[in-house]
């Protein structure tokens, strides 16, 4: 059965689209925000509860780990017994494990509560696209998802920030205790507001799948996560590896002989579908690689405070927050695919302005270079979004859903290590050898020479990401047939 999206859907009630967009945000905001939020509270942690910091990260790296490796098992579980239950279920499991990990005596049954939470993050995280596109007309999708980037940015930049400034107040376990109220209000309006769609017909979960994939995501990450202190040539990290490719294979192999599988994979016979994830990844890629960078620049070259920093590292969410909504609008009018492009021609601008920045840029000088990047990836993100939860008939958006939050995951991973690990090796290939203390150590000049070199490498990313998008664009003029659907066969 094929679904068109250019159509409205008589069966749902679109009156009540913004109450259903409430009730999600507010799911989507706190598992978002939580990603975040306990980052400044790590140094308290590891006072408060006796440890070091190599255990302490796990709760972060924990919860993030847990979160990413669920998503697509939850995506699936949704659009077989209904997203609304299964988002409602993940809002209650994610709001107890709040309580949970605020009460937590020692930092190990934290890391074990911060798993737990993360199980519900994955579910609101991974659903929560699905049920605002089938809750909004198909003309007003782009603006809808454009939104829901708004938030998912804004709790990305302001979780830091409520984290200290409830550390500044309260002890640390006010920063899971802050969920509760949030909570059961958010669980309340989905279950008076998020329309219930039944799926069709008896369906069956692949579990054979499912924890392929689960064993294939967690050694990805865990090597990408590990990597970047152990380095990427330990034995280990190149078990994690080959873990990753062969259980992949192994996905690959089952997902294909599977009658009802986990991800369809003829689903990525159609081209655009595909493109879009890709370049979405590579955006990410980029963002988060050069995000985890700018910090170092600004306090060790120009020397800023960390206040300062702060202030200045929040104009690339800022931006996206507030074009995002726009792009997802103007998406509607024009089409996704020529403001992608768009977004991803401006990404590139902004990109190739950074690779100009030295030892004595201004700070209105940072904030010209830094805009366009803010800007590119409000205009790309939504109407990417949108093409991609366009592509596919109910049954699969839940799916859909998981992909497009698992691919914002993997480009945020894979930029932090592989982008991270250019830099450094540029910085010490300029200082002429390796420094003890790592490249944040190497002198100014070097630390520049570095930044100049791996944002053009951003810049040839960004290009390959245009490119494709532009044969997208070509694409689906040729064929002249409107969106691409992906019925029953694939086609």
């Not at 302490?56 to 924990?62: A, E, R």
């Not at 988060?288 to 960390?306: A, D, K, M, Q, R």
């Not at 909504?325 to 009018?333: M, N, T, Y």
Request: aromatic share 10%.
């Amino acid at each position: 059965m094929t679904i068109k999206h250019t159509t409205q859907d008589k069966s749902v009630d679109y009156k009540l689209k913004w109450y259903v967009m409430a009730a999600v945000a507010m799911g989507v905001f706190l598992g978002t925000i939580d990603g975040s939020i306990v980052n400044v509270a790590l140094p308290t942690l590891v006072r408060e509860l006796n440890t070091d910091f190599p255990t302490v990260q796990w709760v972060v790296l924990g919860y993030l780990l847990a979160q990413a490796t669920l998503m697509l098992s939850v995506g699936r579980m949704g659009d077989m017994v209904g997203k609304k239950p299964v988002y409602t279920i993940g809002f209650v499991v994610f709001t107890l494990g709040s309580v949970m990990c605020g009460l937590a005596p020692n930092v190990h049954l934290l890391i074990a509560f911060r798993i737990f939470q993360a199980i519900g993050a994955s579910m609101t995280a991974a659903l929560g696209m699905a049920i605002v596109t089938e809750a909004f007309p198909p003309n007003e999708r782009g603006k809808a998802l454009g939104i829901m980037g708004t938030i998912v940015s804004v709790g990305i930049a302001v979780g830091p920030t409520i984290g200290g400034m409830i550390l500044g107040v309260f002890s640390w376990h006010w920063i899971f205790f802050v969920n509760l109220p949030i909570g059961i209000i958010g669980i309340f309006m989905v279950i008076r507001f998020v329309p219930n769609f039944k799926p069709e017909g008896r369906q069956k979960f692949d579990f054979l799948g499912a924890g392929a994939m689960l064993v294939s995501l967690l050694s990805l990450l865990l090597a990408l996560t590990l990597g970047q202190s152990l380095g990427f040539g330990n034995t280990f990290i190149l078990v994690l590896f080959g873990t990753f490719v062969l259980f992949l294979g192994i996905f690959i192999a089952l997902e294909l002989r599977i009658k009802q599988p986990m991800i369809d994979l003829r689903l990525f016979r159609n081209t655009l579908f595909s493109i879009n994830l890709v370049t979405g990844v590579m955006a990410f890629i980029a963002l988060s690689g050069t995000t985890i960078l700018i910090p170092f620049y600004l306090e060790n070259v120009l020397g800023f405070n960390p206040q300062k920093v702060g202030l200045l590292m929040a104009t690339i969410p800022v931006f996206l927050g507030v074009i995002a909504p726009i792009s997802g609008s103007l998406s509607d009018r024009f089409g996704t695919r020529p403001i992608t492009l768009i977004g991803l021609a401006v990404l590139m601008g902004g990109y190739f302005l950074m690779s100009t920045i030295t030892a004595d840029t201004t700070v209105l000088g940072y904030i010209l270079r830094i805009l366009p990047i803010g800007l590119g990836i409000g205009i790309f993100q939504s109407p990417n979004n949108s093409a991609v939860m366009g592509t596919v008939p109910r049954e699969r958006l839940g799916v859909a859903s998981g992909l497009l939050s698992l691919s914002r995951t993997l480009g945020q991973t894979t930029g932090i290590a592989a982008v991270g690990a250019f830099w450094a090796a540029r910085v010490f290939f300029h200082n002429g050898s390796g420094l003890p203390g790592g490249a944040t150590d190497a002198p100014a000049a070097a630390q520049v020479s570095g930044l100049h070199d791996t944002f053009v490498i951003l810049v040839g990313l960004m290009l390959v990401a245009f490119s494709l998008a532009a044969y997208a664009v070509w694409e689906e003029r040729r064929k002249k047939t409107g969106p691409i659907l992906v019925g029953e066969h694939g086609e």
